[in-house]
């Protein structure tokens, strides 16, 4: 299906978007970014130059993906949570030459208002709670909550909590699918069929 884009958005010339995406009113994409299929960009949505996108992200409402961020397939930014792509920022001191890279992984859910500070990889289907500040890599499946967000369990891939210690070993299965979760040390796994 074709891409459909908002008369009042602006995709700069140079921009790839793949196929059935939506993007919805008031978005900017830049001429540099770089996104895969049945993406959707909610109001006021702002994408970068230097912007990788996969297939099937889902962006909501007033957020700004800056320069240096790469969101692998299946990610879900919430409305209006920011990223960052310098650390220390001074209007008075250029630093666009220290851009701090940021990676969100597969299936990763970044929740309503969270804030991704620049340089961190968010790791696969991690769930980043509503107004939480993420300033450190977040593990594969943790749930981060807080300021400055700490590990407060486990989700599925599904986006449903998993009854298991945040360290150690021990196994869960998902309530909506059945799948069965593996905890070894500070890592968990999905264990494939």
Same mark, same amino acid.
């Given at each position: 299906?074709?891409?459909?884009? =908002?008369?009042?958005?602006?995709?700069?010339?140079? *921009?790839?978007?793949? @196929?059935?995406?939506?993007?919805? =009113?008031? !978005?900017?994409?830049?001429?540099?970014?770089?996104?895969?299929?049945?993406?959707?960009?909610?109001?006021?949505?702002? +994408?970068?130059?230097?912007? !990788?996108?996969?297939?099937?992200?889902?962006?909501?409402?007033? &957020?700004?993906?800056? @320069?240096?961020?790469?969101?692998?397939?299946?990610?879900?930014?919430?409305?209006?949570?920011?990223?960052?792509?310098?650390?220390?920022?001074?209007? /008075? +001191?250029?630093?666009?030459?220290?851009?701090?890279?940021?990676? !969100?992984?597969?299936?990763?859910?970044?929740? /309503?208002?969270?804030?991704? &500070?620049?340089? +961190?990889? $968010?790791?696969?289907? #991690?769930?980043? #709670?509503?107004? /939480?500040? $993420?300033?450190?890599?977040?593990?594969?499946?943790?749930?981060?909550?807080? !300021?400055? /967000?700490?590990?407060?369990?486990?989700?599925?891939?599904?986006?449903?909590?998993?009854?298991?210690?945040? =360290?150690?070993?021990?196994?869960?299965?998902?309530? *909506?699918?059945?799948?069965?979760?593996?905890?070894?040390?500070?890592?968990?796994?999905?264990?494939?069929?």
């Amino acid at each position: 299906m074709p891409t459909t884009i =908002h008369p009042s958005a602006i995709v700069d010339e140079g *921009a790839v978007l793949g @196929d059935n995406c939506r993007v919805w =009113h008031f !978005v900017h994409i830049s001429a540099g970014a770089r996104i895969g299929a049945r993406c959707s960009f909610g109001q006021n949505v702002y +994408v970068g130059n230097d912007v !990788v996108i996969g297939d099937n992200v889902k962006i909501q409402n007033n &957020v700004s993906v800056y @320069d240096a961020v790469t969101l692998e397939s299946d990610v879900f930014c919430g409305p209006s949570m920011v990223f960052t792509n310098v650390y220390n920022p001074r209007s /008075a +001191v250029t630093r666009k030459d220290e851009y701090r890279r940021t990676l !969100v992984r597969r299936g990763a859910t970044l929740g /309503a208002n969270c804030t991704i &500070v620049c340089g +961190v990889t $968010v790791g696969a289907y #991690g769930f980043i #709670g509503a107004g /939480a500040v $993420v300033n450190r890599d977040v593990p594969d499946f943790a749930l981060m909550l807080g !300021v400055p /967000a700490r590990q407060s369990g486990w989700m599925s891939r599904f986006g449903e909590r998993l009854p298991l210690p945040l =360290h150690g070993d021990g196994e869960a299965r998902c309530p *909506a699918t059945g799948d069965l979760y593996m905890l070894r040390g500070n890592a968990l796994r999905l264990q494939e069929a």
